[in-house]
């Protein structure tokens, strides 16, 4: 039976906490020992008390709790060969030979990089007495699954990442709010979200709340003409008696020559019109609090999919990352959703954003 590590990593998001919780308890049906990994990749890097083995009951209640209660990093050494070939060790010390990474599209490529090095790795090891040639024979193939845990839905090849829909409602709450006395005070509000290279949460909650306007960087507005546009489409729904004006800037936000639009620009222009305007920067909110049932569900789906998927895998089968696309569970490749996404921001810094908003392969593509 495995052992099998589970991390959070990167960028925390609502529902981490309940793919840790399915995965402990789906790998504890399922016969195996299940251990937390504190911090990310730093509890691989340092092990001792960094990887602890979880029983049932430590992962009871954790459904409605937003976050990760394992920590979640930024872990520079995990970056340096030097500090996988760390965190091997501390592996094969402790018996792990699976690892379950739930985290953005950063946290998977360094995990897919993990397993491609892990054979040298772990000779290497064993030239430097560091491990016994029993322990190099039983932890010669490292299992990896990933879980897609950003609010950002970033990724390509599954429609939905864990924590999305969760930020994604806390901001139209927000932008509710925003909203009552926007319109009380007939003001006008610009709304940064987050999302970095990804105009999910901005259109999402855009179309939501009935936004007058939204930036995103997959349908950027031509540098030329966009604060015209802009002032052209808020004034006319002015005329037709609208109080409130609401824009959102996707965090991404950029024209069609690739120049960064800010709030601050926005702002200028909506004053030129004559509108009292404010800025709200929704900030770490956005990221916070209880999971929504869809993140609940979907973590606790995918967890127990991923523990399947450590006890059906072998080495000819590549790393998977389990996603969901047309309401199924499925198994990708975890090497081509990573390089998929990757092309997504290559294709916007080419200007080609047709092809950025196909490969986002998301339905609001069309
Ligand atoms: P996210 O997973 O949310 O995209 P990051 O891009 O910050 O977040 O990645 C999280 C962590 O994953 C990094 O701090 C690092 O430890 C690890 N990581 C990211 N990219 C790589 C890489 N190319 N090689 C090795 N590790 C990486």
């Not at 990994?37 to 730093?42: D, I, S």
């Not at 509890?43 to 960094?50: E, F, Q, S, T, Y």
């Not at 049932?293 to 895998?313: H, I, K, N, P």
Request: contains cysteine.
């Amino acid at each position: 039976k495995k052992k099998i590590a589970i991390i959070t990593s990167g960028g925390d998001a609502p529902g981490m906490n309940a793919a840790v919780r399915a995965v402990t308890r789906a790998g504890i049906f399922y016969g195996c020992k299940v251990y937390a990994c504190y911090e990310g990749y730093t509890g691989l890097v340092k092990g001792g008390d960094m990887l602890k083995e979880l029983q049932w009951q430590d992962v009871r209640g954790l459904l409605s709790i937003g976050g990760t209660i394992i920590g979640t990093a930024r872990c520079k050494e995990f970056r340096e060969r030097w500090g996988r070939l760390q965190a091997c060790y501390n592996m094969v010390s402790n018996g792990i030979d699976a690892l379950v990474v739930c985290g953005g599209d950063g946290s998977l490529t360094g995990a897919d990089l993990f397993r491609k090095e892990w054979p040298e790795l772990i000779k290497e090891l064993l030239g430097e007495d560091k491990i016994t040639k029993e322990q190099y024979e039983t932890h010669r193939n490292l299992t990896i699954v990933g879980l897609v845990g950003s609010i950002d839905n970033d990724m390509c090849g599954t429609d939905s990442t864990i924590g999305a829909y969760s930020s994604l409602e806390r901001i139209i709450e927000l932008v509710d709010y925003i909203d009552a006395t926007a319109a009380s005070h007939s003001r006008a509000f610009v709304v940064e979200v987050m999302g970095r290279h990804c105009g999910w949460l901005g259109l999402m909650s855009g179309i939501a709340t009935g936004a007058d306007y939204i930036f995103i960087p997959e349908r950027p507005p031509s540098e030329s003409n966009w604060k015209d546009d802009l002032k052209k489409v808020c004034l006319r729904h002015r005329e037709k008696g609208r109080r409130k004006t609401t824009v959102i800037v996707a965090e991404g936000a950029i024209d069609d020559q690739l120049n960064p639009i800010t709030s601050e620009e926005v702002k200028d222009v909506l004053v030129e019109i004559g509108l009292d305007t404010r800025i709200t920067r929704l900030g770490h909110v956005q990221r916070g609090g209880a999971p929504c049932a869809f993140d609940r569900f979907l973590a606790t789906v995918q967890g127990v999919d991923a523990v399947r998927a450590v006890l059906e895998s072998t080495p000819a089968i590549p790393s998977p990352v389990i996603s969901i696309l047309e309401n199924k569970i499925v198994r990708q490749p975890l090497v081509e959703s990573v390089a998929q996404t990757k092309t997504v921001s290559a294709a916007i810094e080419a200007k080609d954003f047709d092809k950025a908003l196909q490969l986002r392969d998301q339905e609001f593509a069309t």
